[in-house]
């Protein structure tokens, strides 16, 4: 069991990494919880993998500082389509 998930941490940060996804991206794609995304990331791949930890760590903090601006972005795309 240990081995499976050591697997899929590595394969979700190499995901995040590679597409420089989102959490919600990356749990969509592995059908996983954005929760188990975290712990993947920021606590599992840290004990095999510390380097590609760190790179999609990067890539996850990048992502919640440009959130706010994502999201009104959404928002002000929603309301155009409507009028």
Do not use: C, W
């Not at 941490?9 to 954005?34: D, G, P």
């Not at 760190?54 to 903090?61: G, H, N, T, V, Y």
């Amino acid at each position: 069991m240990r081995d499976y998930i050591e697997e899929r941490a590595t394969k979700v940060a190499e995901y995040i990494v590679e597409k420089k996804a989102t959490v919600r991206q990356a749990a969509k794609e592995f059908n996983i919880s954005k929760s188990t995304i975290h712990k993947d990331v920021a606590v599992r791949l840290v004990e095999v993998n510390p380097t590609l930890a760190r790179e999609a760590r990067k890539i996850l903090d990048i992502n919640k500082s440009e959130r706010h601006i994502r999201g009104g972005m959404a928002t002000k795309e929603k309301y155009a389509a409507h009028h």
